[in-house]
């Protein structure tokens, strides 16, 4: 009798990669199915030869079937790309902005013994011939920077074409990570695996990942040097910061070419800068942006708007914008008015602005199918609907039960969608716009969103969704900026947009979408916050007191409190809509109905908190003149606008493991109250001197300390030696014609404090239309000096400062402005008042 024949199994890939205790998905151990994918492994191998291309290239050509090119942008930014058996992408990127020229970098090449070795006065790049691993060095110290645990790698199968590139790095012991966008992990990425694919995330909770946005770049901080790595990448990327243990970080894409920014210091800000470089920079927003905004889903019809904003004005707390949710829409149609609701939409927006508040919008991706709908029919005529590779429309349910979507990949669909805005921005003078739901959300469907054979025009190139999903929401910003810089040119536009990738800042701000009224939340708040602001979107908020459920009114006001130092401040709450809400959901808001909670305006929930919300919002307009003079900063340098205390001392080990208190702008050290009830919290000052801002109390930097609380404002400190501007409370950013600014110094040495102002809108200050001020302060045991540099030409409508002189050490003797003494007034001993002309040059007080 013949044996029967043993059937031969087919085996795939280890899945944790030899030398690297990397897991990497969709490896599979063994066959599953009757005919079994088979899959094939990449490597550069050794080098076969190299050439120099140009002024700042460099071809490494592998023997398998990989090559490496790499490209020197400056002494401190390389790049590295990795293609398989195919040629370098010619394809435009979506993150990166294009120089004005492509600058010429000097660089040496060397080969000698087993390496080549690329030097450009900054960094040395060793480049090993037997596999093309890479080690970078600090080129002064000599210290290693990063160095690859294992040759790049790549998978591709039969079915799927490439699955994986991915590079393997050494993460030493103490190394610590930081960045990479919006995750509600622990500020040092250490030890966790992270993904980037835009998700709509619908309550999501501190171990939810990923969420609403791709920014694949990350910090990397070690023995006092800090390099920064952007993955270049829009496919769906992974990163393994050391989550096994193992000793190694690795990140990886799920196709195209692995291609990354390797972004050298040695300082943290210095990394941060250069990045920005790469991808961009922020418009300056109008001031009126950076008010406080009242937004639920939904405020409707005409007459409760009305009623909200009078009753804003009424009770005296500052707002300046308004935002209606998807209810005034007609049947959730894009650009469109329900009539019933808002039957002369013009006239309530103008009426709306005589009181002070503009008027902010939503607009989805997901365009109703109605053949009687101009928007549906218009894009139908031009053809600029996504497509399946059948030729059909994709169409799937979002708010409407059929909708189609634009494909904004495309040039031409970009300045199609950008004309929609016209009759609501031009005519009818809505004054900012809301993108959501632009991952793209798809209701209903198993991974909520497109499927992954969907097709993008991707600039003429041709891409499929894998590729194009990440950067779609992004793309629908550009879109609307676009249109929005097209229909009121002379206008700053306002965009604020849900989905985004790197490069996304330079369209819209960004709020961290559907989160939860816990105060669990307000502490991701504080992190998610941080952490974007240091990826690029210093311009960024959160909803305000939790967007699902219903907060206590002590979470409402703390939550505002941290707000103020958020650039987008603003209240946003899902009210009683169960639209589209799970059932569970839909008895919460049930639930809250009952309890007559569902209100979430300053005012919901009555004595004391109304009067602490408040004064939380005037404090904001009070910080106003500092708050703008740090998105310049953002729009000009690059700087983030908060940032946790790492980025102020690098050196600092205490300050490295902190993660709730943080600083805003240079001088602000904010102490945010993360749970309910708290009387006295603990927090960590950096080195140097600090000083209470209200009361100037002093305190010695490099320790912890205790501080008391109050109900009505958190602990807030100053950097010894400041000048902070502020301006009074008004009742929205261009109610009053201001004519001191106030100035609060704070004995100390300091080298650069500022105040910039200009027309708060319109394009003036490309032409020299501002006026930015400069002080420098120096203290000794004799007197206090504040010496005052300008530049620009605005004249803003001040005339004087109104100086406040704190902590200062001994009573003042005499005051000399320019050099001629005034008369100043005594407030309580050691805290001074003194109104000086606004151009003055220096001002002493002499002890």
């Known amino acids: 009798m013949a044996k029967k024949k043993k059937e031969k199994k087919i085996v795939a890939a280890s899945p944790r990669l030899e030398g690297t205790g ?17 899959y094939f492994m990449h490597k550069t191998g050794a080098m076969a030869d190299w050439e120099r291309l140009g002024d700042r290239r460099i071809l490494f050509r592998g023997a398998q079937d990989a090559s490496l090119l790499v490209e020197v942008y400056s002494p401190e930014v390389i790049r590295f790309r990795y293609a398989v058996s195919a040629p370098f992408s010619q394809e435009p990127s979506y993150a990166l902005i294009e120089p004005d020229q492509e600058e010429r970098v000097l660089f040496e090449i060397k080969e000698a013994g087993n390496f080549i070795t690329i030097s450009t006065g900054k960094l040395k790049c060793k480049i090993a011939k037997i596999d093309l691993q890479l080690q970078i060095y600090d080129a002064e110290s000599g210290q290693l920077l990063l160095e690859e645990a294992v040759p790049f790698s790549a998978r591709s199968t039969i079915m799927n074409g490439l699955e994986y590139l991915k590079v393997s790095l050494r993460a030493r012991t103490g190394e610590k990570y930081l960045g990479l966008g919006d995750k509600t992990c622990p500020m040092d990425l250490r030890g966790h695996a992270l993904q980037n694919w835009n998700t709509d995330s619908f309550g999501y909770q501190k171990d939810t990942d990923p969420l609403y946005r791709s920014i694949p770049f990350y910090y990397s901080l070690y023995k006092g040097k800090a390099y920064g790595l952007f993955l270049h990448s829009s496919w769906k990327t992974h990163f393994d910061f050391d989550a096994t ?52 889903w939904s405020y409707y019809p005409e007459s409760r708007v ?175 900026y676009e249109g929005l810089k097209k229909h009121q040119p002379e206008k700053r536009p306002f965009v604020l947009t849900r989905a985004t990738f790197s490069g996304g800042q330079r369209y819209a701000a960004l709020w961290t979408g559907d989160n939860i009224a816990s105060w669990e939340h307000l502490r991701l708040a504080n992190i998610q916050c941080q952490r974007l602001s240091i990826s690029g979107f210093s311009f960024v908020g959160t909803d305000i007191g939790g967007f699902v459920d219903v907060p ?78 740090y998105f310049q900063r953002a729009s000009t340098l690059g700087d983030p606008m908060l940032k946790p205390l790492s980025f102020f001392d690098q050196t600092d080990q205490e300050a490295l493991k902190r993660e709730s ?54 602990p807030v400190l100053v950097r010894a030696g400041s000048v902070i501007p502020t301006y009074p409370v008004q009742q929205y950013t261009d109610e009053l014609e201001i004519h001191h600014v106030g100035l609060r110094a704070y004995f100390g040495s300091l080298d650069e404090s500022l105040w910039y102002v200009d027309a708060g809108e319109g394009y ?65 001993l050691k805290v001074l008042v003194v109104e000086i002309p606004l151009d003055f040059g220096e001002m002493e007080v002499l002890f």
């Open 306 to 480: 009305r009623e909200l904003a009078a009753e804003f004005r009424e009770r005296s707390i500052p707002c300046d914008a308004v935002y209606l949710d998807i209810d005034y829409m007609d049947g959730y149609r894009c650009f469109t008015w329900n009539k019933d609701y808002f039957p002369d939409p013009k006239k309530l927006i103008a009426d709306l602005k005589k009181d002070g508040f503009q008027t902010v919008v939503m607009i989805d991706p997901g365009i109703r199918v109605d053949p009687d709908y101009e928007v549906y029919k218009s894009g139908t005529e031009q053809d600029v609907f996504c497509r399946r590779p059948s030729g059909e429309v994709m169409t799937g349910p979002v708010w409407p039960s059929k909708c189609v979507f634009p494909d904004y990949t495309d040039p031409r669909v970009r300045a199609w969608w950008a004309d929609q805005y016209e009759e609501m921005y031009a005519d009818q003078e809505v004054s900012g716009f809301w993108n959501d739901m632009n991952e793209p959300a798809v209701f209903k469907v198993n991974h909520l969103t497109f499927p992954d054979h969907v097709l993008h025009h991707y600039e003429g190139f041709g891409a499929d969704h894998r590729k194009a999903h990440n950067i779609y929401g992004q793309q629908m910003s550009r879109a609307t």
């Open 245 to 296: 243990g193992a000793g190694v970080t690795a990140f990886w894409t799920e196709g195209g070419e692995m291609d990354y920014f390797f972004i050298y210091g040695p300082e943290l800000t210095a990394v941060n800068r250069r990045y920005m470089d790469l991808t961009g920079k922020p418009e300056l927003a109008p001031l009126w942006a950076l008010g406080f905004h009242q937004c639920r």
């Open 661 to 714: 208190e943080f600083i805003f702008g240079d001088h602000l050290l904010v102490c945010p109250i993360l749970k309910p009830g708290t009387k006295t919290i603990t927090t960590y000052l950096p080195k140097g001197e600090w000083y209470d801002f209200h009361r100037a109390t002093p305190f010695i930097g490099g320790q912890k300390v205790r501080l008391r609380t109050r109900p009505d404002r958190l």
């Open 552 to 629: 206590a009114g002590e979470l409402l006001v703390r939550w505002l409190q941290l707000a103020v130092f958020h650039p987008v401040f603003r209240i946003h709450s899902m009210g009683n809509n169960v639209d589209g809400a799970s059932e569970a959901e839909a008895e919460m808001v049930q639930e809250a109905e009952r309890l007559n909670r569902l209100d979430q305006e300053p005012w919901a929930f009555g004595d004391p908190f109304t009067d602490q919300a408040r004064t939380a919002i005037e404090f904001r307009y009070i910080l106003l003149p500092y708050i703008y003079t």
């Open 22 to 38: 990397i897991a990497v998905p969709n490896e599979a151990t063994e066959a599953t199915s009757r005919y079994p994918d088979v």
């Open 764 to 828: 003036d200050y490309r032409e020299g239309g501002y006026r930015l001020a400069s002080f420098s302060t120096v203290a000794t045991e004799k007197g206090f000096l504040i010496r005052q540099e300008v530049t620009g030409d605005f004249q803003p409508t001040a005339t004087a400062y109104r100086i406040k002189l704190f902590g200062m050490p001994f009573d003042a003797l005499s005051l000399k402005v320019d050099g001629a003494e005034t008369h100043f007034s005594q407030l309580p």
